[in-house]
């Protein structure tokens, strides 16, 4: 379960603190997916950050199964980020050097894993319908296509949070509606509890749970 409480978040400035987020609460099962939607420059993606570990909120707590990642010294915090949240960015964030495999396995790396993961990221690579692709770099992929390699590396390890940043807001229309749709299947297939932050009212249809941030504070979309 994803438990956050009452999240505050600002940042200092020589003119001032500025307020981003503010009494930010909600509470998530595994399998549940919520849209958070809102204007640019609303918070969205502090949100995110902050769930996800990557930035401390001024105030408040955040909890995955019982763990607050904060709490955590850096180099347990680094291996909660890896193994237990997923991420998903608006720019895939590919290394062009690699192969999908490679990119797909890059988590795996990171914690330890041993050869017996190239499995599982054969399995995402399959079900994000890539296996032709396997061997090529990110050039010769298209927009649609890098996107689902990332998906796959961010479900690789299993994570129990899965957190996406406009994740289909550098897409056609025809490669969002699918990575829409794969992002609510494979999440939902993993019990993985899925937030995702955008401007498209496309995909946020798609969620079960849909908010809006306004000045800080989630409300009813």
Do not use: W
């Amino acid at each position: 379960m994803l438990i956050a409480t009452d999240l505050h978040k600002s940042y200092v400035t020589p003119r001032g603190a500025i307020p981003i987020l503010a009494g930010v609460s909600l509470r998530l099962q595994p399998k549940d997916a919520l849209a958070v939607m809102g204007p640019s420059g609303t918070g969205k993606s502090t949100l995110l950050y902050v769930l996800g570990g990557l930035e401390a909120p001024t105030s408040g707590t955040v909890s995955l199964s019982g763990v607050d990642p904060y709490s955590l010294p850096e180099p347990a915090l680094a291996a909660f980020r890896n193994r237990r949240v997923g991420f998903v960015f608006q720019d895939h964030c590919l290394l062009p050097q690699l192969s999908v495999l490679e990119n797909v396995l890059l988590p795996t790396l990171v914690a330890g894993s041993d050869g017996a993961m190239t499995g599982r990221a054969k399995e995402l690579i399959a079900q994000v319908g890539l296996t032709d692709r396997i061997d090529h770099r990110p050039a010769e992929l298209s927009g649609g296509e890098k996107q689902r390699v990332a998906l796959a590396r961010a479900l690789v390890l299993s994570p129990e949070l899965l957190l996406c940043d406009e994740p289909t807001g550098n897409l056609d229309p025809r490669s969002a509606e699918t990575v829409g749709g794969m992002l609510l299947d494979l999440a939902r297939s993993q019990g993985t509890i899925l937030v995702v932050v955008t401007h498209s009212s496309d995909l946020a249809a798609r969620m079960p749970e849909r908010r809006r941030l306004l000045d800080g504070a989630l409300t009813a979309a």
